[in-house]
């Protein structure tokens, strides 16, 4: 296995998921991924767009990038987490149609990836 010469990156509050995509890949390390921390989705995948180095993201984040050919997967092994996402709104809003047809949306968008 060629070895990276380019760094990690994750976005903060994910630290560990590195280490836990390999090991859901089959992958064993002799120690931890240590790595560049970012708090900016925009900021981490630029990184990996400019060529700085290995970045961990959601697919759905980064699907319009691979799409465009501006980054490649290392794999086609993808890792589910815990992690979610609340779509929160006054419930006197719940009526709006405008509203109703965005949460479907979004609803289906979450289902599909």
Same mark, same amino acid.
């Given at each position: 296995m060629r070895q990276l010469s380019a %760094? ?5 509050? @994910?630290?560990?998921?590195? @280490? ?14 240590? %790595?560049?921390?970012f708090t900016d989705t925009n900021a981490? @995948? ?14 759905? #984040? #980064?699907?319009?990038?691979?799409? +465009? ?12 987490? +815990? ?17 109703? +047809? ?12």
């Amino acid at each position: 296995m060629r070895q990276l010469s380019a %760094g990690y990156f994750e976005i903060r509050g @994910m630290r560990g998921y590195g @280490m836990a995509a390999c090991e859901s890949a089959g992958l064993k390390l002799d120690r931890d991924i240590a %790595g560049t921390s970012f708090t900016d989705t925009n900021a981490l @995948m630029e990184a990996a767009v400019t060529g700085q180095g290995v970045a961990l993201g959601r697919l759905s #984040v #980064v699907r319009s990038d691979i799409l +465009a050919g501006k980054l490649v997967r290392l794999s086609e092994h993808s890792l589910r987490v +815990a992690y979610c996402h609340y779509a929160v709104y006054p419930i006197a809003s719940e009526s709006n149609p405008a509203l109703a +047809a965005f949460r479907d949306w979004l609803v289906e968008e979450a289902r599909r990836t």
